[in-house]
T-cell receptor, first 114, second 113 residues
């Protein structure tokens, strides 16, 4: 089955700096790569996703890049703010035809220091 | 529109007891999922139901059973709880091929003593 590894496990940045989280996946059949944010005590929520036919996607201060050849994808947060402090999870899926079974990475705890 | 509703929010069981976690969604979604979340291990899929009438095993199905009662409801049953099942359980749903986004419930914190 799919295996998703996520690094780093914790990340501390100064407010205004950038944060980068990296993930690798093992199954070349995976074609959908979402990122979820989970604030303390809350449910995970989708913040951005990318499909295998796209190399990069941006949404305001967040962006995701995908390298299918190397089987890795990354989340970039620019101009970090205290409200970006949370745990971020990457995930990979073989797509709807295979049941949309997401395999999650272990998570990155991001702390933005004011 | 409540989204995904899970009950109970908290539960303490003794080893060997059984219980059922309930989940319902009001978004007319086709697929529903049960995940468990343990520290440092992300979210791991227990079972999922791609559509009404079907269920399949995920990564960690041992010790669990599920029922897709109708399109709205998907329950998770622990027949004989073990301390290793102490975790936070999340139910989720997604619409279909046109939108794979997962909508999560608020979670159930389960402790097995």
């Amino acid at each position: 089955g799919e295996n998703v590894e996520q690094h780093p496990s914790t990340l501390s940045v100064q407010e205004g700096d950038s944060a980068v989280i990296k993930c690798t996946y093992s199954d070349s059949a995976s074609n959908y790569f979402p990122w979820y944010k989970q604030e303390l005590g809350k449910r995970p929520q989708l913040i951005i996703d990318i499909r295998s036919n796209v190399g990069e996607k941006k949404d305001q201060r967040i962006a995701v890049t995908l390298n299918k050849t190397a089987k890795h994808f990354s989340l970039h947060i620019t101009e970090t703010q205290p409200e970006d402090s949370a745990v971020y999870f990457c995930a990979a899926s073989p797509g709807w035809a295979a049941g949309n079974k997401l395999t999650f990475g272990g998570g990155t705890r991001v702390l933005v220091k004011p | 529109n409540a989204g995904v509703t899970q009950t109970p929010k908290f539960q303490v069981l003794k080893t060997g007891q059984s219980m059922t976690l309930q989940c319902a969604q009001d978004m007319n979604h086709n697929s529903m999922y049960w995940y468990r979340q343990d520290p440092g291990m992300g979210l791991r899929l227990i079972y999922y139901s791609a559509s009404e009438g079907t269920t399949d095993k995920g990564e960690v199905p041992n010790g669990y059973n599920v029922s897709r009662l109708n399109k709205r409801e998907f329950s998770l049953r622990l027949e004989s709880a073990a301390p290793s099942q102490t975790s936070v359980y999340f139910c989720a749903s997604s619409a279909g091929p046109e939108n794979e986004k997962l909508f999560f419930g608020s979670g159930t914190q389960l402790s097995v003593l």
